[in-house]
Structures are given as structure tokens and as C-alpha cells.
């Protein structure tokens, strides 16, 4: 059974940095280096949103609300996928969840449609103050 699971998120003043890791366990180790993830947000009465996506090839794409500040990875060797965050501001405030699609053959091109995403972890609370 597949399970995602965020950690690293919590309370920081704007301006600061936060980094959110997701390890995958279930997963098989050769699989996870050939898929493509993401980093998705949501906030109480609104509709998920993408914020990061990596394909097989360490290829990474950003929405334009994090371009230059976030910076999505992953450690094959680990199954784990990371996402750095910086210069924080209240708009950051979300709920974090971390995805992978599962396919059978490598993953070419970052992904940034949720409905793309077969895997998804339980969530982790980020609040940036001012």
C-alpha cells in the first residue's frame, strides 16, 4: 500500500523559509525515480491549487505565484521529494499535499493538473505570519 506522508511544515513570519518533505514508503524504488510529482496547496473555501511539479529527469515547473522563491527536488535513493520554500508571505498560508502518478514507463514533463495524480499525501499546515 502506498503512503505519502508530509512533514515539515508549521508557523514562520513572512520573509522566513520552511522546507516540506514527503517520503513515500510502499513505493517501489525504481518506480518512484521514473515518476512525476508535485506540490499542491489549498486553502478553506478554495479549489486546490498546483504550485510544483518535477517529471523523471529532474525537469521542474512552477506556478508564477512561486516562481523564484520555491524550489521543488527529490532523493530517488530516499523516496522522498522535497519543497523548499522562501521568502515566505501570508498568501503561502495553505494546507500543503505532496502527489505522485503512478505510470508504467518513465514520466516525461513536469505535471500540474491533479486529476494527472494517482497518489496523494494526508496534508501538512503551513501559516506565515506578518
Known amino acids: 500500500q502506498v503512503q505519502l506522508v508530509e512533514s515539515g511544515g508549521g508557523s514562520v513570519q513572512a520573509g522566513g523559509s520552511l522546507r516540506l518533505s514527503c517520503a513515500a514508503s510502499?513505493?517501489?524504488?525504481?518506480?518512484?525515480?521514473?515518476?512525476?510529482m508535485g506540490w499542491f496547496r489549498q486553502v478553506p473555501g478554495s479549489a486546490r491549487a498546483w504550485v510544483a511539479a518535477?517529471?523523471?529527469?529532474?525537469?521542474?515547473r512552477y506556478a508564477d505565484s512561486v516562481k523564484g522563491r520555491f524550489t521543488i527536488s527529490k532523493d530517488n535513493a530516499k523516496n522522498t521529494l522535497y519543497l523548499q520554500m522562501n521568502t515566505l508571505n501570508s498568501e503561502d498560508t495553505a494546507m500543503y499535499y505532496c502527489?505522485?502518478?503512478?505510470?508504467?514507463?518513465?514520466?516525461?514533463?513536469?505535471?500540474?493538473?491533479?486529476?494527472?495524480?494517482?497518489?496523494w499525501g494526508q496534508g501538512i499546515q503551513v501559516t506565515v505570519s506578518s
Open positions: 510502499g513505493y517501489d524504488s525504481r518506480r518512484y525515480s521514473m515518476a512525476c
Open positions: 518535477i517529471d523523471n529527469g529532474g525537469n521542474t
Open positions: 502527489a505522485i502518478r503512478n505510470s508504467v514507463g518513465y514520466c516525461s514533463g513536469p505535471r500540474s493538473a491533479g486529476s494527472e495524480y494517482t497518489y
